[in-house]
């Protein structure tokens, strides 16, 4: 099995910062990407950022130039630096990693347990 241990999460001031961090452990060949995603009340899940194994990255629009995401793959570990937050970033973030874990083995994606973020005005 593959499990994700996220931490970082908490309650913010708008315009304050928080530091999101996923741990991946277990049963794992390679690894395809890394990513966040966040749910908001009422919402559907959406993509926040993504990292591929060679350091390709994407943002959504709406975090483009506030949000960073980068990942140790000695460590099997995703970091997102959240700057200039804002209340509408207030969701639950859910660490998602594309793994295998044999080399015959098709990537599968696995999920964390989320990780509250609220942002007060």
């Known amino acids: 099995q593959v499990h994700l241990v996220e931490s970082g999460g908490g309650l913010v001031q708008a315009g304050g910062s928080l530091r999101l961090s996923c741990a991946a452990s277990?049963?794992?060949?390679?690894?395809?990407?890394m990513g966040w995603y966040r749910q908001a009340p009422g919402k559907q899940r959406e993509l926040v950022a993504r990292v591929t194994s060679d350091d390709g990255t994407n943002y959504a629009d709406s975090v483009k130039g506030r949000f960073t995401i980068s990942g140790d793959n000695a460590k099997n570990t995703v970091y997102l630096q959240m700057n200039s937050l804002k209340p509408e970033d207030t969701a639950v973030y859910y660490c998602?990693?594309?793994?295998?874990?044999?080399?015959?083995?098709?990537?599968?994606?696995?999920w964390g347990q989320g990780t509250q973020v609220t942002v007060s005005s």
């Open positions: 277990g049963s794992i060949f390679s690894i395809n990407g």
């Open positions: 998602n990693v594309e793994a295998r874990r044999a080399p015959f083995l098709p990537f599968s994606p696995y």
